[in-house]
């Protein structure tokens, strides 16, 4: 639910993917200033996927000069060393809106456990609709990190229609000279209903620990970030992942269905030893907000990561005050993202090493809640193959779906497999304190 405070836990964001961009020195695009890219043999081997389609807007000092996000849209900002960056929002009376901030900073930079980004919306008058703040961690390793916040219509705070203003700072910074970072924003419009539903999260559903799929694994190799997100659904798929890297995979979940998911990183053939987080498994829902995590350690011998039982997709899910179940409200692509600690590399080398991604998705499809209009970007709340999705229809879209439930494939329209849906939690969670106020799941 929007507009509360929620537990603080600890998570850490690993966004670090192969064969994107590296900040380098800055460079100057749409007025604002970015981090300028290196080639790709002098970038580190792990780097975050920027949207390719992010539009460059400058980031404001302050409210007055605040660009306006479209919904439905990326964008490409700085965040300056010092300060806050400030953008623009103009919202309807009825509709959810959910925006999202990934920082990327250099892979030199020095960074602490408690130092972050925080995202908050507030309204015309400086009320706060809600914010959320992610930390490094523990690990204090230099990798893109997010937060996201929203408006949701209904609520008791930051009603109406009008404008709203997407605040992004850092977190715990003690460095008296930060380096910029560049940012990544994106926003969803969630539409109203027709008629009401349901106002308590669904208190009955089966919790108990599904048996993770032995289907024949196939080979599926995992995406550079949530714009290449690889689709699969039910079965066992594999690839290789080297130490830092994370990969990106989508799966397409319907109305009243039920998601699990199970990943195993295999033995390593060199080393010994003991890291800590090694592997770490998260997932995202289709607004690309955090819904829950896993981490485990690694020995050298094979280990697995399993998400703890998902309630079945339901709009209701909303009302619940866990992220696990508060996060499974709506249909559409939920993304697992797979990272590899680098602390493994010290141990038991450079690998690769093997990674088996065990999916599961059971129960029938059902109608979806009756939205009144369609969501911004188009489809981001449906799936082909259902034909009951939000009950407005299925959207045709997406290409490359894996077999199984991947038939249901997740819609690509305006831009879903393109990076123009929000970006929340890119990351995987090692040990990051990370205080919610009112994030969606």
């Known amino acids: 639910m929007i507009g509360r405070r929620r537990t603080a836990r600890e998570r850490a964001v690993a966004v670090l993917l192969p064969g994107a961009l590296v900040l380098a020195g800055p460079v100057v695009l749409s007025g604002v200033a970015?981090?300028?890219?290196?080639?790709?043999?002098?970038?580190?081997?792990?780097?975050?996927?920027?949207?390719?389609?992010?539009?460059?807007i400058p980031a404001a000092a302050g409210t007055t000069d605040a660009v306006r996000l479209e919904p439905g849209r990326t964008y490409r900002s700085t965040l300056p060393a010092g300060g806050k960056?400030?953008?623009?929002?103009?919202?309807?009376?009825t509709s959810n809106g959910y925006v999202s901030a990934t920082a990327v900073p250099?892979?030199?930079?020095?960074?602490?456990?408690?130092?972050?980004?925080?995202?908050s919306v507030q309204d015309a008058d400086g009320r706060s609709c809600s914010f959320d703040t992610t930390t490094f961690g523990a690990a204090r390793s230099p990798h893109p990190i997010a937060a996201a916040a929203a408006r949701e219509a209904g609520g008791n705070r930051c009603q109406g229609a009008g404008t709203y203003y997407v605040v992004v700072e850092r977190a715990g910074t003690t460095d008296p000279a930060p380096a910029a970072?560049?940012?990544?924003?994106?926003?969803?419009?969630?539409?109203?209903?027709?008629?009401?539903?349901?106002?308590?999260?669904?208190?009955?559903w089966d919790s108990a620990t599904p048996?993770?799929?032995?289907?024949?694994?196939?080979?599926?190799p995992g995406g550079a970030g949530f714009a290449s997100a690889t689709s699969v659904g039910q079965g066992v798929w594999t690839d290789d992942i080297a130490p830092g890297q994370t990969l990106f995979y989508k799966v397409p979940v319907d109305w009243g269905r039920q998601l699990s998911a199970t990943a195993e990183l295999g033995t390593a053939t060199t080393g010994s030893g003991y890291a800590s987080s090694a592997l770490d498994v998260s997932l995202y829902n289709p607004v690309r907000a955090f819904v829950t995590d896993k981490g485990v350690g690694y020995d050298g011998k094979q280990r697995t990561a399993a998400l703890a039982p998902l309630p079945p997709v339901d709009h209701a899910n909303r009302h619940s005050f866990t992220d696990r179940v508060s996060g499974m409200r709506f249909a559409g692509s939920y993304y697992l993202v797979v990272h590899l600690s680098a602390e493994v590399a010290e141990e038991f080398g450079d690998g690769p090493f093997g990674l088996t991604l065990r999916v599961g998705v059971?129960?029938?499809a059902q109608e979806g809640p009756a939205y009144a209009g369609e969501s911004v970007p188009e489809g981001v709340f449906h799936v082909r193959g259902g034909g009951l999705g939000g009950g407005l229809g299925a959207v045709a879209g997406g290409a490359g779906e894996a077999g199984g439930d991947g038939a249901?494939?997740?819609?690509?329209?305006?831009?879903?497999?393109?990076?123009?849906?929000?970006?929340?939690?890119?990351?995987?969670w090692t040990a990051v304190a990370r205080r919610r106020a009112g994030l969606v799941g």
């Open 362 to 364: 059971k129960g029938a």
């Open 408 to 428: 249901m494939t997740a819609v690509a329209v305006g831009g879903i497999g393109a990076g123009s849906v929000i970006l929340v939690g890119l990351g995987v």
């Open 85 to 93: 960056a400030y953008y623009r929002l103009l919202l309807d009376a």
């Open 211 to 220: 048996a993770p799929p032995t289907d024949e694994p196939e080979q599926r």
């Open 106 to 119: 250099d892979p030199d930079t020095t960074v602490t456990a408690v130092e972050g980004i925080k995202v």
């Open 34 to 56: 970015v981090a300028a890219p290196v080639s790709a043999s002098a970038a580190s081997s792990s780097s975050f996927a920027l949207a390719e389609d992010a539009q460059p």
């Open 181 to 204: 970072w560049e940012l990544e924003l994106a926003t969803v419009e969630e539409p109203g209903l027709t008629r009401a539903e349901a106002t308590k999260a669904p208190e009955a």
